[in-house]
Structure formats: structure tokens, C-alpha cells
């Protein structure tokens, strides 16, 4: 699944556009409000965003997973919030239907959710299992053609905008054997919401816990109609997203880094610009040396992916996978480390972009797995063809 080159590089030309020209401009207006504006949601869908994963068949554009990180690189040049409208939609929230859906599931989702009509959040974080997954509580017990779910899901992206969750539960014993994965229509009686989180960073991303209470979910809504094989899901469909988030950490590295540039070309001391001065070019240096490494680790891992099956788990893949999310989202702090220092004290004031880069950077070493679960994942995979 691939746009073809000549179509891609007109996409790709007109996100570049719409981030420079749209995007860039309301960052202030997303930070002061706290929202993204409804006419920009609206341009997105216009654009096609809300499809670009989705397969041609059911109304998207289809973009490999090597065309999809060029293109979060390019959201990655802005806030955070901009790409999560639609970003969490077309990942991680749908990719468990593409991925191991039934072909009715496929046919009934898929199209709502690439014209944007739909819009689906991941739920598998619980209050007592975030980096432990398969210990998961929330539980499904079968009642004639229905699950009857109960429990709480925490930090849930998207989670006042959506429309259905792919969300896990379990269906089994202890384990991640007995994890399924559910599509559950968000207006089902017994589910709430919680209060928006209020975030250090990423202002205009919505969050919140979601209750589930008795709630009645037909049997058919098991995803792939198979009960057992949400935990499989769910790893397959964050190895994908990890690699994209590593492209959007890129993204914000370079844009840090320009700003850094900007700053040191144009602010005077001591008779000169700071970009003058040795100490600014090294940390400049390595913040583009840093970045460079990041990106090509993004693209080689990209390839590989694309490379495989879909709906096949490749554990060499998802261990590069879990490098690429490491090194990325671990360098995006050092370069808004960097980026603030050199700024100095204007780079602790809210009308720099650095700052908001800084905070915004930070929740990428958290979410979709922890820095400390990337390493587990390769330290393990490492001793295991020792």
C-alpha cells in the first residue's frame, strides 16, 4: 500500500504549505484557547488527513509507512495538538481495525474514519496498568451476543472527540492471553468521561479517563471476531505508532533547531551575534548531528516496515522500532535543551516557540511506551538470539 511518487510529493508539498502557511500561524491562538479552531479541523478533512493511512477501497489515500513518517515529520515542524486531531484517528486508534479486522469491521469503520466523520481513540491504559499492559482490569464477560464491560481506561487521547474506541479488555485469565480488543461506539449507555486532563505540555491535545459501566457491546465488535488477540493487536499497532512518533520528535528537533539558528543570527552581545561565538556553534552542531542520526534511523526502520506484511509481527522490526522511539524522543529533549540555552532567558518565555517546544517534547519519552519499556523491548530481544 503506497501512493504512487508524483502524487505523494504534491501531498507532501501541500502539507508542508499547510503547516507553514495555517498551522505555524494559529500556534498562539491553539495555545491561548487551548483547542484547535473548528475551521482548520475542517481544512484537514478537506485535504484528506484524516484518511492518509486508510487503504484507497474504503476512501483514503493510502500512504506506506515510509510516505506517513515523511509526513509526520513535516506536522512535527508545529504544535503537537494539530496532529493529534487527526493523527491518533488514522494510528493508533484505527490500525487495530485495518490491521486485524474483520472485513465487515473494515467496510462499516474505515471509510467514517477517513472523511473524518469518525473519530477513534486507543484505550488501553488503565489507572494500575500504563507500561505493565497485560495486566490490564477492566474486564468483558459474555452474555448471550453481547460483552458486558466494566472498569477504567486513563489517559485516553481524543477521548472527548471520539466516536468509538479500539479498546482492550479482558475477556480471559491473567496474561496477555487473555486480553481482547473491542470496538466500542462511544455513546453506549454506561460509559463516561472524566474531566480533561490538564497537561504540562501539548496544549489543545484532549485527554481524559473514560468509565465503562455495564456497558453492552455486541460480540461481533471483537476485533477480528476472535477473543484472545487484542494484547497481539495492540503490540503490532503501537510498534507503527512508535515509529511515527519518533518522525514527529524529528520534525520538532528540526524546528527547535531553526529557531536556534534565528535566534543566534539575529541576537547581539558583545558586539556581535551569538551565533558567533564557538560554545552556540557546538551546541547548534549537536543538536544537527543528533537529528540527522535520529531521522535516517526513522527511515531505514520505515523501509523494513513496509517491507513486511501488515497485519505480521517481525520482532527484529518492532526492535527497531523500539530504538528508533528511544533515540528519537530521548534526542528531541537534548535539542529543546539546547534550543532554550541558547536562547537564554527569552527561551523561558511563552512567546518563544523553544518554550512550548520544550514542554510540548516532553510527553514523547511517556506515551506509547516509556523510554524504559524501549529499552526492555531491546535488551530482551538482544538476549534472546544470544
Not at 454506561?190 to 474531566?195: S, T
Amino acid at each position: 500500500m503506497a501512493l504512487d511518487t508524483e502524487s505523494f510529493e504534491l501531498l507532501l508539498a501541500a502539507v508542508q504549505r499547510f503547516v507553514r502557511d495555517r498551522l505555524v500561524p494559529a500556534e498562539n491562538i491553539l495555545e491561548e484557547t487551548d483547542d484547535v479552531p473548528a475551521d482548520i479541523i475542517e481544512d484537514m478533512k478537506a485535504m484528506g488527513l484524516f484518511g492518509l493511512t486508510v487503504p484507497e477501497e474504503f476512501g483514503g489515500i493510502g500512504l506506506s509507512v515510509s510516505q506517513e513518517v515523511q509526513v509526520n515529520y513535516e506536522l512535527g515542524r508545529t504544535a503537537a495538538a494539530f496532529r493529534s486531531v487527526f493523527g491518533t484517528n488514522i494510528g493508533i486508534g484505527s490500525q487495530g481495525i485495518l490491521m486485524d479486522g474483520t472485513p465487515e469491521q473494515k467496510s462499516d469503520y474505515l471509510p467514517k474514519v477517513a472523511s473524518g466523520e469518525l473519530i477513534m481513540s486507543f484505550a488501553l491504559t488503565e489507572p494500575d496498568a500504563g507500561s505493565d499492559a497485560a495486566s490490564l482490569k477492566t474486564r468483558a464477560e459474555l452474555d448471550g451476543d453481547h460483552y458486558v464491560l466494566s472498569g477504567t481506561k486513563r489517559f485516553i487521547t481524543n477521548a472527548p472527540r471520539a466516536g468509538a474506541f479500539t479498546l482492550m479488555a479482558r475477556t480471559g485469565g491473567p496474561g496477555a492471553g487473555g486480553v481482547s480488543s473491542f470496538i466500542v461506539p462511544a455513546d453506549l449507555p454506561g460509559i463516561k468521561l472524566g474531566k480533561t486532563d490538564k497537561k504540562m505540555g501539548q496544549r489543545g491535545t484532549k485527554t481524559c479517563d473514560v468509565i465503562l459501566e455495564n456497558v453492552r457491546v455486541p460480540r461481533v465488535n471483537i476485533i477480528g471476531g476472535v477473543p484472545g488477540q487484542g494484547f497481539k493487536t495492540a503490540m503490532k499497532v503501537l510498534d507503527r505508532g512508535r515509529l511515527n512518533i519518533s518522525a514527529v520528535a524529528c520534525g520538532m528537533a528540526q524546528r527547535i533547531l531553526e529557531e536556534s539558528v534565528g535566534y543566534a543570527r539575529d541576537r547581539k552581545q558583545f558586539g556581535k551575534a551569538i551565533g558567533e561565538f564557538q560554545l552556540i556553534q557546538a551546541m547548534l552542531a549537536d543538536s544537527q548531528a543528533e537529528l540527522l542520526a535520529g531521522w535516517s534511523l526513522v527511515q531505514d526502520v520505515a523501509r523494513r516496515f513496509d517491507g513486511k506484511p501488515a497485519h505480521v509481527s517481525d520482532p527484529d522490526i518492532s526492535m527497531r522500532v523500539s530504538c528508533a522511539k528511544l533515540f528519537c524522543t530521548e534526542m528531541v529533549g537534548r535539542v529543546a535543551d539546547r534550543g532554550v540555552q541558547v536562547h537564554g532567558g527569552a527561551g523561558y518565555i511563552n512567546e518563544y516557540p523553544v518554550e512550548r517546544f520544550y514542554r510540548d517534547s516532553r510527553l514523547l519519552r511517556l506515551y506509547e511506551g516509556t523510554t524504559q519499556i524501549q529499552q526492555i523491548i531491546i535488551g530482551r530481544e538482544l538476549m534472546r538470539h544470544s
